[in-house]
């Protein structure tokens, strides 16, 4: 069974700084392509980046809104990804999911996602 | 960005009706190698998204065939017949075409 269990959230004041983890269970790690994808309280979700598999040389991409101040890398060996997050904002209070991408693309499977609260 | 614009914000639907969700693309989805890069999510109240239909009309693994994707290049329609009580939470499109992927506002299914 495919488990995807974020942690490391929480409070931060604006322009600390946070890295979330994302533990994957139950498929080869190393064969997916991993994301991170953040909604905020009754919006959208806001897709942030990916991580490609050990095929494509774990190169990362990044959406526009957050590249610069997000990080996404993976520790193949325990199967955990994360998410740097630097120079925190308001803006950046969200539930924050890890999710693994299918090459169609889409994301098959979402963690149970972490808040994040950006606030003095 | 490909923006992705859903109607209507909300439906509400009597059970055992149909539902039908529309989005549109700012920019054609189809590939050039006849795939059309839409996708379709669904959350329910409290959970995070959970995958429904890929490239615009095939089914997740599990999905009900109640539920049915299809539509053009720009324009795509998730249809949901005999709507049940499970079905109540915030449809999204998104798309997979390129960098930065991104979603949908959402539509919100409810039950009369």
């Known amino acids: 069974e495919v488990k995807l269990l974020e942690s490391g959230g929480g409070l931060v004041q604006p322009g600390g700084s946070l890295r979330l983890s994302c533990a994957a269970s139950g498929f080869t790690f190393t064969d997916f392509y991993m994301s991170w994808i953040r909604q905020p309280p009754g919006k959208a979700p806001e897709w942030l980046g990916v991580?490609?598999?050990?095929?494509?040389?774990?190169?990362?991409e990044y959406n526009p809104s957050v590249k610069g101040r997000f990080t996404i890398s993976r520790d193949n060996t325990q199967n955990i990804l994360y998410l740097q997050m630097n120079t925190l904002r308001a803006e950046d209070t969200a539930i924050y999911y890890c999710a693994r991408i299918r090459l169609g693309p889409f994301f098959d499977y979402w963690g149970q996602g972490v808040m994040v609260t950006v606030s003095s | 960005d490909i923006v992705m614009t859903q109607a209507p914000l909300s439906v509400s639907v009597t059970p055992g009706e149909s539902a039908s969700i529309s989005c549109r693309s700012s920019k054609s989805l189809l590939h050039s190698n006849g795939n059309t890069y839409v996708n379709w999510y669904l959350q329910k109240p409290g959970k995070s998204p959970q995958f429904l239909i890929y490239r615009m009309s095939n089914l997740a693994s599990g999905v009900p065939d109640r539920f049915s994707g299809s539509g053009s290049e720009t324009d795509f329609t998730l249809k949901i017949s005999k709507v049940e009580t499970e079905d109540v939470g915030v449809y999204y499109c998104g798309h997979g075409l390129e960098y930065p992927y991104t979603f949908g506002a959402g539509t919100k299914l409810e039950l009369k």
């Open positions: 991580i490609r598999n050990k095929a494509n040389g774990y190169t990362t």
